[in-house]
Structure formats: C-alpha cells, structure tokens
Nanobody
Framework: QVQLVESGGGLVQTGGSLRLSCAAS????????MGWFRQAAGKERDFVAA????????DYAESVKGRFTISRDNAKSTVYLQMTSLEPRDTAVYYC???????????????????WGQGTQVTVSA
C-alpha cells in the first residue's frame, strides 16, 4: 500500500509562486508514474501535470504549460509541482496521484491512477 501526503499549499497573490510536495510511502515509489490534478469548488477534478517513473518524460495541461513544472526525487520518494505566475483561475485543491503499475510514459486520466493524496488548498488572490 502506498500513502501520498501533499504539502506546500497556501494563499498567494496573482503572479506569485508556490511549490507543492507529495511525499510517498512505500518501497516501490520509484517505479510509479505520478501526476498532479486539481479540483476547483463545484467543478470536476482535472489533470495538471504528469511525470514518468524516472522523470524522463513529463506532460502538462495546456492551461499550465510554461508556468508549472513537475519533478521528482526518487531517493526522497517525493514528487514536486513548482507553480509560477499564478492566477486566480489556478485556485483549487491540488491532489497528488500515483499509478500502481511499472509503466513507461505519462498518464493524464483520473482512472489511470490508483493512489491519491488528501489534497492541499491553493488560493490565488486577485
């Protein structure tokens, strides 16, 4: 079983930056593709970014390309989401997700992931 714990959320002004972290338990973290999703109030959970098991491949939603960067440190069992040039539309609960399969590549669908964190709130003020 893998547990994911997000941290780093908070309140930031438009144009500001935040770095989210997702710490994973479990010895096989380094083999899992990982992703970040977000859910704004009253809306569906949407894909934000994904990274392959070794960090060699990444994928981003169009809305965050050029502003967000996903990375991972397998030695620390942690995946990160660096967010810059934040806008009010980025306000949401951000969730870390792990795919329980030793697959190559990146994955952008909710159903691709097995493990989910509890989420961390990001609020961007105008």
């Amino acid at each position: 079983q893998v547990q994911l714990v997000e941290s780093g959320g908070g309140l930031v002004q438009t144009g500001g930056s935040l770095r989210l972290s997702c710490a994973a338990s479990g010895r096989t973290f380094s083999t899992y593709p990982m992703g970040w999703f977000r859910q704004a109030a009253g809306k569906e959970r949407d894909f934000v970014a994904a990274i392959s098991w070794n960090g060699g491949s990444t994928d981003y939603a169009e809305s965050v390309k050029g502003r967000f960067t996903i990375s991972r440190d397998n030695a620390k069992s942690t995946v990160y989401l660096q967010m810059t040039s934040l806008e009010p539309r980025d306000t949401a609960v951000y969730y870390c997700a792990g795919r329980n399969a030793h697959d190559r590549g990146t994955f952008s669908r909710l159903e691709d992931y097995t493990y989910w964190g509890q989420g961390t709130q990001v609020t961007v003020s105008a």
